[in-house]
Every structure is written in structure tokens, then in C-alpha cells.
């Protein structure tokens, strides 16, 4: 997956938005939390997704996978796919998709409501 790619997938998930920070990291965001960021690789694209913890148990150690820098040593379940063989876009666009969820989940029930995420 390249950048525009993830940045394409990430624009249609709901209530998004973008910034790059952090030395020019793509950076998404839903209710102003971040859920993925492009970048952060040394010399070719690297995702990073908030998981669950079972998920982030099952991937830590998986070949072009880690616990994302940063993020992961303080406690956070984050992974990087920063090499290959890694995820397929499939799988990474799963993944993303979770984060989104488990990230939107930890809004506000009133941000959730505004931002029309997670309503019955």
C-alpha cells in the first residue's frame, strides 16, 4: 500500500480528519484522536494502527510487523507494518478499520452522538 492509498482508505472512514505532524507523518484522526499514521519508517512506508490486545499479542512478533515505536514502550497497543512480508492491504485495511472503532469507542458518548459514530 502505498501513501495515497492509505491516506485514500482512510478519508472514508467516518468523521475523519487529516494533518501531517511529527516530522511529515500522515496522521488520521477521528474525534481529534488519533487512530493511524503513515510514516515513521526510515526508508519505506510504515502504518501504524491502534489494536485490541489480543490482536496486538497475535502481531507483535509477526515477520514486518512491531510494536510500534513510542507508542508501544509506553504500554499502548499500537503495531507498525513497516516491511514485508507484513499484512496484505486487505489485512491492513482491517486493521484500520478496527482502530477507528476501538478509537472512536473511547470518545465521549456526547462526541460520539455529535460525530453520528457508533448510534444504534
Not at 468523521?15 to 499514521?37: C, D, E, R
Request: glycine share 10%; with cysteine; hydrophobic share 35%.
Amino acid at each position: 500500500m502505498t501513501y495515497e492509498q492509505f491516506n485514500e482508505f482512510c478519508r472514508t472512514l467516518p468523521a475523519t480528519t487529516y494533518v501531517v505532524q511529527w516530522g511529515g507523518s500522515h496522521v488520521w484522526k477521528v474525534g481529534g484522536k488519533v487512530f493511524a499514521i503513515g510514516g515513521w519508517a526510515d526508508d519505506q512506508p510504515a502504518y501504524t494502527f491502534k489494536t485490541s490486545n489480543i490482536a496486538f499479542e497475535n502481531l507483535k512478533d509477526q515477520p514486518g510487523l512491531r510494536p510500534a515505536p513510542y507508542l508501544a514502550a509506553r504500554g499502548m497497543k499500537w503495531i507498525q507494518h513497516y516491511a514485508k512480508p507484513g499484512l496484505t492491504d486487505t489485512k491492513l485495511k482491517d486493521y484500520l478499520r478496527q482502530s477507528h472503532l476501538i478509537v472512536s469507542l473511547g470518545l465521549s458518548k456526547k462526541k460520539q452522538k455529535e460525530l453520528g459514530l457508533n448510534q444504534p
